[in-house]
């Protein structure tokens, strides 16, 4: 490749607030994609899809390579977000399935759920680098870049007013999106760095603590694994809860003593072990080998389900949390056996085809 920016690029990112930011007249709003963040470098038939910690995506999406061909300029480098759609909403599940090691299953899976890129920002066209430019002018150059794109490559929908993000904010939840991105017209392109703006959506439920992960660091408590019943009886592992300070995570650890369980099948998620080998089916279950990293240990320590805390969390993906649930406190007021999906909101479904139309 011979393009002005080269990879890797580590994308631009954003840092959370609380409320929308009120328009001062040079902020863009766009809405905030749920799929692999991803930069695409093209230089003719040369095709690079890079992920937001470096690695190539390039091997897992066939399809997207073809599509940018046909539907990219000839030398560009433009950011955006890898998705899949699946009826009107996102699937993220689906596109995580995508990441797979075996040629003959990354073919096999771009032909039965394809994937789509959604574009938001360009960085170079033909010889010219556009990163030091404002977001203004890299907005509109975008738009002209992808007048010809097609099905596969869409433009984001962006607004100048702050009322329609906030419309955009409560409607396009429904379609698997979650929040808002904020961008200053006068932003030059900068790596690596939190100078967007984020507004996401928080919510709170009461899980049971069903057991605990130990931190990278040695024997203290990692993250609290977190569970719901469903109407049938059974606990399924819904996410985790890992945002405490290093001293609250050895003190953890003396907490959950009491509760500790040594004989795994005396616990709900007993079938663990069975489903880390592919076996167990219709529960939730704490994890098998990570597809992002095979070496990472995702066994657990077994505890009681007697404890209940109280958790924020943005929006679920499927039947669990979609990020990390943050810690808000313990209720020693509440059953587990009341911890179930029913306290969930739902957001009202909205259809994603009416979101890329715009």
Not at 194 to 213: N, W
Not at 221 to 250: C, I, N, Q, T
Not at 293 to 308: E, G, M, Q, T
Request: glycine fraction near 8%.
């Amino acid at each position: 490749m011979a393009l002005p920016v080269e990879p890797p690029v580590s994308p631009m990112l954003a840092k959370a607030v609380k409320g929308m930011p009120p328009q001062d007249g040079s902020l863009y709003y766009e809405p905030k994609w749920d799929g692999f963040r991803c930069i695409v470098f093209r230089d003719g038939d040369e095709v690079y899809l890079g992920s937001r910690n470096e690695r190539p995506f390039t091997r897992y999406f066939p399809e997207l390579v073809e599509a940018v061909k046909n539907e990219l300029p000839p030398r560009c480098v433009v950011d955006g977000e890898i998705i899949i759609v699946r009826g009107e909403s996102l699937d993220f599940d689906t596109l995580q399935q995508r990441i797979h090691p075996a040629a003959s299953r990354v073919k096999l899976l771009s032909e039965q759920t394809p994937a789509s890129f959604v574009a938001f920002d360009l960085l170079a066209l033909g010889s010219e680098s556009l990163m030091d430019e404002p977001f203004s002018v890299r907005r509109a150059r975008l738009e002209e870049a992808l007048a010809k794109a097609g099905d596969s490559v869409r433009l984001t929908p962006v607004t100048q007013d702050d009322r329609v993000a906030g419309e955009w904010f409560d409607m396009f939840e429904g379609a698997g999106l979650d929040g808002i991105v904020v961008k200053p017209g006068d932003l030059p392109y900068s790596p690596d760095k939190r100078v967007m703006f984020k507004v996401k959506h928080e919510r709170t439920a009461d899980c049971v603590v069903a057991g605990y992960r130990e931190h990278k660091s040695g024997p203290i408590v990692g993250s609290l694994l977190l569970g719901l019943y469903s109407p049938d009886g059974r606990l399924h592992h819904v996410g985790v809860a890992a945002s405490f300070p290093m001293k609250r995570r050895e003190e953890l650890v003396a907490e959950l003593a009491p509760y500790r369980l040594d004989d795994l099948s005396e616990h709900p998620w007993g079938a663990w072990a069975e489903f880390a080998q592919g076996g167990s089916e219709g529960q939730r279950l704490p994890g098998a080998v990570s597809r992002w990293n095979a070496k990472k240990d995702l066994s657990f320590i077994p505890l009681r389900p007697d404890l209940v805390i109280e958790v924020a969390y943005d929006h679920m993906e499927g039947d669990r949390f979609r990020h990390t649930a943050q810690f808000r406190r313990w209720r020693p007021d509440r059953t587990p056996s009341s911890c179930t999906y029913d306290q969930l909101d739902r957001p009202v479904r909205y259809d994603l085809g009416e979101i890329l139309a715009r």
